[in-house]
């Protein structure tokens, strides 16, 4: 099963840009469907972005035009982070699951990474 390890994350004004990398060990994550989400203090885990493995991507409303979620050849993925708010602020994390597409459940995936803190002031 691929391992995932997040980094990027860290304490941005609002309006300023974060990228986000999920590095991937094992299996090439080109394999996988991968999606990025957020979970903010006392709020449910919610769906960032989502990407199938032939491409197609999925983007939260509030994410279009701000974020962009995309992957290399060499195993990472990233999640571009524009015009940050501070309703922004949550741990973020990185996924990968089997499935075929652009899952927006956190049931579509079956391995996580640790999380990454992204904190955006005002």
């Known amino acids: 099963q691929v391992h995932l390890v997040e980094s990027g994350g860290g304490l941005v004004q609002a309006g300023g840009s974060l990228r986000l990398s999920c590095a991937a060990y094992?299996?090439?994550?080109?394999?996988?469907?991968m999606g990025w989400f957020r979970q903010a203090p006392g709020k449910e885990r919610e769906c960032v972005a989502a990407?199938?493995?032939?491409?197609?991507a999925y983007y939260a409303d509030f994410a279009k035009g701000r974020f962009t979620m995309s992957r290399d050849d060499e195993n990472t993925g990233y999640l571009q982070m524009n015009l940050l708010r501070p309703e922004d602020t949550a741990v973020y994390y990185c996924?990968?699951?089997?499935?075929?597409?652009?899952?927006?459940?956190?049931?579509?995936?079956?391995?996580w990474g640790q999380g990454t803190q992204v904190t955006v002031s005002s």
């Open positions: 094992g299996p090439s994550l080109s394999s996988y469907g």
């Open positions: 996924a990968a699951g089997a499935t075929t597409y652009a899952g927006r459940s956190q049931y579509d995936y079956n391995a």
């Open positions: 990407i199938s493995r032939s491409g197609s």
